[in-house]
């Protein structure tokens, strides 16, 4: 069994802040028993474009960034593998860093980095146009890794639309889908649970999905509802309005039981 936390954020555009909050749920979450946490898209700063350029930072563990370095230190205070989602990485283009989401172990160690593949161009009707594209390096690799004992997948946010992400990361063994988002309150209040619960049914896999919740620069507006969700495709735990959290217990045995009782991994013909 491992206990597992969803953090929830409203992430400002104040860098430091939002690494203090982000160390204190995590912590928060760790004294009650949790021993893998996930940290939100944009944990860091949910600001302006220029303020995202000038905080990418390049993943080194010789020579950490603030970023890493926050992320290292709350799970080695905290002695919990913290997942980092969605936070900006240097990339070949000054202008357009990478949207990474990183696992770092309780000792601090890197397990994992992934890139975010899907990139949010699309206009919700929320009355703010989103361009990731413009400022963002995409992402090419899919990733999944040794976590707590659980084969993790890594993806973020946008990406949850697109399941054949899913079934490779469930080719490689994945036991537990992480899904850290931002999702707007416009597409968050009819697709989230949806779209989260579909993922797990399908794949068979829990859903550790932490979310950016309330007001943002930029008239950003984001839902919420961050939340553990099992193989059956059933809502374990879910955190309420504000910053706070959600734990929930990841069972192995759970996944086992409704892989075998139900085959339809086993069943794919296309």
Request: proline share 4%.
């Amino acid at each position: 069994m491992v206990l597992a936390a969803v953090i929830q954020m409203s992430s400002q555009g104040d860098f430091a802040a939002n690494l203090r909050s982000s160390e204190q749920l995590v912590l928060a979450a760790a004294g009650r028993g949790a021993t893998l946490a996930l940290l939100p898209e944009n944990f860091a700063l949910m600001g302006e474009e220029a303020q995202r350029r000038e905080i990418a930072e390049r993943i080194d563990l010789g020579s950490p960034g603030p970023i890493l370095a926050a992320v290292q230190r709350m799970a080695q205070r905290g002695g919990v593998t913290v997942i980092a989602g969605g936070f900006p990485e240097q990339s070949e283009s000054l202008e357009r860093p990478y949207n990474t989401s990183l696992i770092v172990d309780a000792g601090g160690a890197i397990l994992a980095k992934y890139r975010k593949i899907h990139l949010f161009d699309v206009d919700v009707g929320d009355g703010v146009s989103y361009r990731e594209s413009s400022a963002t390096t995409r992402g090419d690799e899919v990733v999944v890794a040794e976590a707590c004992g659980l084969r993790v997948g890594l993806s973020v946010c946008y990406d949850v639309r697109f399941p054949e992400l899913y079934r490779a990361q469930i080719d490689r063994g994945a036991e537990v889908l992480t899904i850290p988002a931002a999702f707007t309150l416009a597409t968050g209040k009819d697709h989230w649970h949806v779209l989260l619960r579909a993922r797990a049914i399908e794949s068979q896999a829990y859903v550790l999905a932490a979310a950016q919740w309330g007001s943002h620069p930029r008239g950003r507006r984001t839902y919420g509802k961050s939340c553990i969700i099992d193989p059956w495709g059933d809502v374990l735990a879910q955190a309420g309005e504000g910053e706070g959290f959600a734990v929930a217990e990841i069972d192995p045995a759970r996944i086992a039981t409704v892989r075998r009782d139900l085959p339809s991994l086993s069943h794919r013909q296309l």
